[in-house]
Structure formats: C-alpha cells, structure tokens
C-alpha cells in the first residue's frame, strides 16, 4: 500500500504535464494515456525492494552522478568476458580500473546477420542467448549495485529489426502491425520525404526507404535495409517502447542511453531531424522515469557540436536527457591530434564552457562507433582549411598514408567523389603504438605512449563524466581478423571491437611495458580528479592563450584552489606563454612551476595547482 501511495504521488507531480502533452501528440488520445498509466503503475509495482531503496536514495540526492569520482567504461559484453555472467566475474578488474559506470554495448536480441553490431533490435524483452538471459542481466546489475557501480544499456528507440515481431507481422500484411512503421504503396510519398530528408549512409546504404518485393510495398529505414523506422504518430509505439524501457530498470540498469533520439519523428517537408515533437517525447520519457523509476538516467546520443545539443537538455523547469555525449569534442581532438594546432578545440572549448554548469557531457576519446569528421569548417576556413581536401588529409594521416604519420585506422563509408570517410581505430593504433611495436622502436613506443596519456589528461579535465573505451587503458591494439569473419568483413568499425586480450592485461603488472605505464598512468590521472574538489563539475573552467599553437591551456576553478592544465599536441618540445600569476605544484611531475612561460616536452600534459 505504502509504494501505491509513493506511485500516487510521484505520478501526481507530473500528472498534469504528462497528460497535456501526450493528448497534445496524440489528439483524442486519452485513452490511450490512461493505458500508458496503467503500465507505468504495474511497472512501479514491479520494482524490487533493492531497487525501491536506490530510487529514494537517489531521489533524495538527485545530483548523485555528477561527482569528480565518477568514470565511465564502455564494453561489448562477448568482447570482454564471453557472457553476462562473465562480465560478473571480471568486477574486480572493472573496479582496479576505477569504473563507477559500465556501459555494455546492445546485448538485447538481434539476428546473427544485418544486425548493426546489435542495434537492429529484433526482441526488446530478451538477451542474446549467447550472452545470457535476463535473470543474469538482473544478477549482474544487482552486483554492480553491491560495488556501488552503475550499469548503462543502450536502448534503440527509432527502429526495429525487420526480424521484430512487428515487423514480421507488418510484412505478411497485419495492418495494425505496418501502421506502427511507415508503408507505403508506392513511392510518391516516399519521395517527398526524400526531397528533403538527407542520407545517414549515402554510399552504403543510400536513400530513407526500401522496397519489400514480397509485400509488394516501401518501407522508411533511415539507417539499413533491415532496420525499420518506428512510427512515433502512432501511441501503441510510444506506449510499448516506453513499456520495454521500463522493464529494463526493473533489471536494474540504472542508466538508459537513448540511441539516435534526433530521428525518432518524421514529418513531411522537413529533414526529419530535431523536431519539436521530439522532446515532447523525451520530456514524457525523463517524467515517466521519475514516476516509476527515479533511480534511473536518461543518456542523449546526438551527434552535434555540444551549443546545438543543448536544447535536448530541457530547461532548469523541464528537464528531458539528464546527460549528453560529447560527441564533437573526441573529433576535434583526433583533428588536433593529426595538424598539431589546438585552435578549433580552444575555440569550442570556449563554447562548452559558456554553457550552464549544470549540463553534464560525457567525454570521450574513443567509443564503440567510428570517427566522423562533423568539424566547424566554416570556423576552419579562417585557418586556410577547406573541407575536402582537409578530410582527405585526416583519412591519409589516421591510415599512416601521411609522411611520417605513425597513426593506423581503417576507413569506413570511404566516399572517393567528396572525400568524406569515417575513421576507425582503436586510441592506442592512432597514437600510433600499433607500428612502434611492429617496428620494436622503442623511442616511438614511449611517445605513443606519451600522446596516449596526454589526451586522457587532456579528456579527463574537461568538465562533465570521462568514459574510458574497454582496452584503452591497456593501450589494445586494431584487432583485423574481423575481416575473415564474412558477417563482419565489410564493417571496418570491427577493428576495434575485438576481444578483449587478457593476456596484454597482466601486462600491466610489468612496469616495464607500454600496458603498465598506460594502466598506471590514466589510473592516477584517475585518482587525481576524483581526490582534487577543482575537478568537480561546479569549477568555472576557461581556456587561456598560450601563444603556442600546438599547446592548449585550461583552467578550472573551485573552492579558493586553481589549476592550470597544459597540453602539448606536437610531437617537439614547446613553451607555454602564459601569465597565470604565482607557484603551482605540477601533480604529475611533481614540480614547483611557475605559472608563465612553461616548459612542454613532447606529447606532455601538466595538471598545475595552487
């Protein structure tokens, strides 16, 4: 009786909202809202007693997420431990690397083939059965929880598999079933749409729509053939979708990554991107949680420059993501990495740091995705850099093409006519420890090495939640034998999701390999930032010009202290000119600095404080 009163009064703080605007989306739709409440209620009954205790906890100190010990891990679940239960026996290494956060790649069902590395989700209900069931999901989080670890599952809103049971449904004619996707008879529609909404993947999967031959219709898929574009118009969607979310916090996964939420509404004569009734959506879906399940966190993936992610924010008032991925940053800093000048990355420092405090982004070097080169080029061009050919440089340089270039990536969506490619690799191969090795040089070794930790430096000063990429902290290698495999050949991005190599990680425990300084070395940058309150997410953080192009300088902050950070993305030693007035301890090196014309070795970092 007591949850039902709690139920009552979180939905009663929200009620009026959430029914405004669901009829507003879906005129004459109360019914249907009243459904919606129903689900919510069974769902909050649902609840365990462990997880009812989390959510009043967190409800209590709803900035639970947001401290200066917070780091994040992202991980395929088979790469890392084979299983679920696998990820559960390999805890104590997740928590040795300082993990508060663990992001597992989609494990949710999809077919073995033309499966998106899992993102054409065909059962929202079940795990893949190699990975296990969902009673291991729950035992795995439920541990988690005991190590106070949070756990992150990414949740595709925008599309199915075309082997979902709806889809399957749709296909043999169901009408209700293809009412819940876009179909169509021919393809006048369809080419209005195209008339204005633009290609995710031009050269590998052109076009919005696909023709089913044995339907004998179109269907909208934005993204492959085999993935098919949810149709948000229609509240069974929203309702369902919400439903399976939900159950998945009733699992225990405390943080819910929206996949690819800019594209979830579509409308004619529009780009189908970033419309109004899209934060309708996450507006509903951030109260829902905090009606049923308020223990848990929405993560925003829109892949913009961080000024025009903000509105998926909401306001102070009306909050939807209560966090977003940093998505521009981690390419302008591979940009930075290949010309050696720190101007566009000061330049957009600039813009982040101008935003509210309260914002939370989660930084990152590399991902579980490919690099795209979505830079400010219009910004670039007062550096003489025009797009094409600045591209085809990148590619050259990340692929080891560029004299001198010790960087090895692989390309994906390599488009020849504009020169427009993505980039894959893991951070290790572009740092370019991947061909020192091969070539056993090992003064290349260490200032591979020395790049990787200055950029993890440089990652985990920026303010808002560093997320490390599995094996970046034992500088993994490209892994290319996903090229024998033919459901992976075409897909470069494999490359650096190969399986975790045990054996490269203890390693680590040999202070004379590249994987103990690495190990070591971004575990006290780690322990630094979570020890030092000027790393916390209330600093005023600012860049400062250092007259030195290939060297950036940051400066937060907070309670009376003050750091200076220092960043050398040559490979040749620099000076700092700066004029920070006094003496400051360098935490990395250990030495007493003062805060002007500082000196800056190859690939260094400093973290000065007074």
Request: hydrophobic content about 35%.
């Given at each position: 009786?007591?949850?039902?009163?709690?139920?009552?009064?979180?939905?009663?703080?929200?009620?009026d909202?959430?029914?405004?605007?669901?009829?507003?989306?879906?005129?004459?739709?109360?019914?249907?809202?009243?459904?919606?409440?129903?689900?919510?209620?069974?769902?909050?009954?649902?609840?365990?007693?462990?997880?009812?205790?989390?959510?009043?906890?967190?409800?209590?100190?709803?900035?639970?997420?947001?401290?200066?010990?917070?780091?994040?891990m992202?991980?395929y679940?088979d790469?890392?431990?084979?299983?679920?239960?696998?990820?559960?026996e390999?805890?104590?290494?997740?928590?040795?690397?300082?993990?508060?956060?663990?992001?597992?790649?989609?494990?949710?069902?999809?077919?073995?083939?033309?499966?998106?590395?899992?993102?054409?989700?065909?059962?929202?209900?079940?795990?893949?059965?190699?990975?296990?069931?969902?009673?291991?999901?729950?035992?795995?989080?439920?541990e988690?929880?005991?190590?106070?670890?949070?756990?992150?599952?990414?949740?595709?809103?925008?599309?199915t598999?075309?082997?979902?049971?709806w889809?399957?449904r749709?296909?043999?004619?169901?009408?209700?079933?293809?009412?819940?996707?876009?179909?169509?008879?021919?393809?006048?529609?369809?080419?209005?749409?195209?008339a204005?909404?633009?290609?995710?993947?031009?050269?590998?999967?052109?076009?919005?729509?696909?023709?089913?031959?044995?339907?004998?219709?179109?269907?909208m898929?934005?993204f492959?053939?085999?993935?098919?574009?949810?149709?948000?118009?229609?509240?069974?969607?929203?309702?369902?979708?919400?439903?399976?979310?939900?159950?998945?916090?009733?699992?225990?996964?405390?943080?819910?990554?929206?996949?690819?939420?800019?594209?979830?509404?579509?409308?004619?004569?529009?780009?189908?991107?970033?419309?109004?009734?899209?934060?309708?959506?996450?507006?509903?879906?951030?109260?829902?949680?905090?009606?049923?399940?308020?223990a848990?966190?929405?993560?925003?993936?829109?892949?913009?420059?961080?000024?025009?992610?903000?509105?998926?924010?909401?306001?102070?008032?009306?909050?939807?993501?209560?966090?977003?991925?940093?998505?521009?940053?981690?390419?302008?800093?591979?940009?930075?990495?290949?010309?050696?000048?720190?101007?566009?990355?000061?330049?957009?420092?600039?813009?982040?740091?101008?935003?509210?405090?309260?914002?939370?982004?989660?930084n990152?070097?590399?991902?579980?995705?490919?690099?795209?080169?979505?830079?400010?080029?219009?910004?670039?061009?007062?550096?003489?850099?025009?797009?094409?050919?600045?591209?085809?440089?990148?590619?050259?340089?990340?692929?080891?093409?560029?004299?001198?270039?010790m960087?090895?990536?692989?390309?994906?969506?390599?488009?020849?006519?504009?020169?427009?490619?993505?980039?894959?690799?893991?951070?290790?191969?572009?740092?370019g420890?991947?061909?020192?090795?091969?070539?056993?040089n090992?003064?290349?070794?260490?200032?591979?090495?020395?790049?990787?930790?200055?950029?993890?430096?440089?990652?985990?000063?920026?303010?808002?939640?560093?997320?490390?990429?599995?094996?970046?902290?034992?500088?993994?290698?490209?892994?290319y034998?996903?090229?024998?495999?033919?459901?992976?050949?075409?897909?470069?991005?494999?490359?650096?999701?190969?399986?975790?190599?045990?054996?490269?990680?203890?390693?680590?425990?040999?202070?004379?390999?590249?994987?103990?300084?690495?190990?070591?070395?971004?575990?006290?940058?780690q322990?630094?930032?979570?020890?030092?309150?000027?790393?916390?997410?209330?600093?005023?953080?600012?860049?400062?010009?250092?007259?030195?192009?290939?060297?950036?300088?940051?400066?937060?902050?907070?309670?009376?202290?003050?750091?200076?950070?220092?960043?050398n993305?040559?490979?040749?030693p620099?000076?700092a000119?700066?004029?920070?007035?006094?003496?400051?301890?360098?935490?990395?090196?250990?030495e007493?600095?003062?805060?002007?014309?500082?000196?800056?070795?190859?690939?260094?970092?400093?973290?000065?404080?007074?």
């Open positions: 009786m007591e949850r039902e009163t709690v139920f009552k009064r979180r939905l009663g703080r929200h009620y909202e959430l029914k405004w605007l669901y009829c507003e989306l879906y005129e004459g739709g109360i019914g249907k809202f009243e459904e919606l409440c129903t689900r919510m209620e069974k769902r909050s009954r649902e609840r365990s007693a462990g997880l009812k205790r989390l959510d009043k906890r967190r409800e209590e100190r709803p900035d639970w997420y947001k401290g200066n010990d917070m780091v994040g992202m991980m679940t790469a890392f431990a084979g299983t679920l239960k696998g990820v559960k390999r805890l104590d290494y997740v928590e040795e690397c300082g993990v508060r956060c663990l992001h597992l790649m989609p494990l949710l069902d999809s077919p073995k083939v033309n499966n998106d590395g899992g993102y054409a989700v065909s059962d929202f209900t079940k795990v893949k059965e190699n990975l296990g069931t969902m009673e291991d999901l729950r035992d795995l989080a439920e988690c929880h005991r190590r106070k670890i949070s756990l992150c599952l990414d949740f595709v809103m925008n599309h598999s075309e082997e979902h049971e889809a399957r749709a296909r043999a004619g169901e009408k209700e079933y293809q009412d819940r996707y876009f179909f169509f008879d021919n393809f006048d529609i369809p080419a209005q749409y195209e204005t909404c633009p290609q995710v993947f031009p050269t590998t999967a052109p076009g919005n729509f696909t023709w089913l031959e044995d339907a004998k219709k179109f269907v898929t934005t492959y053939p085999y993935q098919w574009d949810l149709n948000y118009r229609n509240p069974d969607v929203f309702n369902t979708m919400v439903d399976y979310l939900l159950n998945l916090a009733n699992h225990g996964v405390d943080v819910v990554r929206i996949d690819a939420v800019p594209y979830i509404w579509k409308e004619l004569g529009t780009s189908c991107r970033n419309l109004p009734q899209v934060h309708t959506i996450v507006r509903m879906m951030r109260m829902i949680c905090e009606v049923v399940c308020p848990v966190l929405l993560l925003g993936e829109v892949v913009m420059e961080p000024a025009k992610v903000v509105p998926y924010f909401g306001t102070v008032e009306k909050p939807e993501c209560h966090m977003l991925y940093n998505v521009t940053t981690m390419a302008s800093i591979w940009h930075t990495v290949a010309t050696g000048k720190v101007s566009l990355l000061k330049h957009q420092m600039d813009v982040i740091n101008g935003l509210p405090r309260e914002y939370v982004f989660l990152y070097l590399r991902c579980h995705d490919d690099i795209g080169w979505g830079l400010e080029y219009a910004w670039l061009r007062k550096e003489e850099m025009e797009e094409v050919p600045h591209k085809r440089f990148l590619s050259d340089y990340f692929t080891g093409k560029w004299p001198d270039s960087a090895r990536g692989e390309l994906y969506n390599d488009d020849p006519t504009s020169g427009d490619a993505r980039l894959c690799g893991t951070t290790a191969s572009l740092c420890l991947e061909a020192a090795m091969a070539e056993g090992e003064e290349e070794i260490r200032r591979a090495v020395d790049c990787d930790l200055m950029l993890h430096a440089c990652m985990m000063t920026l303010s808002g939640i560093p997320m490390l990429y599995s094996g970046d902290e034992i500088g993994q290698l490209n892994d034998s996903y090229r024998q495999d033919p459901a992976k050949a075409a897909d470069s991005r494999y490359v650096h999701r190969g399986a975790f190599r045990w054996e490269d990680a203890e390693l680590r425990k040999n202070p004379e390999t590249a994987q103990s300084r690495l190990f070591a070395g971004i575990g006290r940058l322990e630094l930032r979570k020890k030092k309150p000027v790393f916390s997410g209330g600093a005023s953080v600012r860049t400062a010009e250092t007259w030195d192009p290939s060297i950036l300088c940051l400066v937060r902050e907070y309670g009376g202290k003050k750091l200076v950070a220092l960043f993305f040559s490979g040749k620099g000076t000119w700066i004029d920070e007035p006094g003496t400051y301890e360098d935490l990395l090196s250990g007493r600095i003062e805060g002007k014309n500082v000196a800056m070795p190859p690939y260094g970092a400093r973290w000065m404080l007074r």
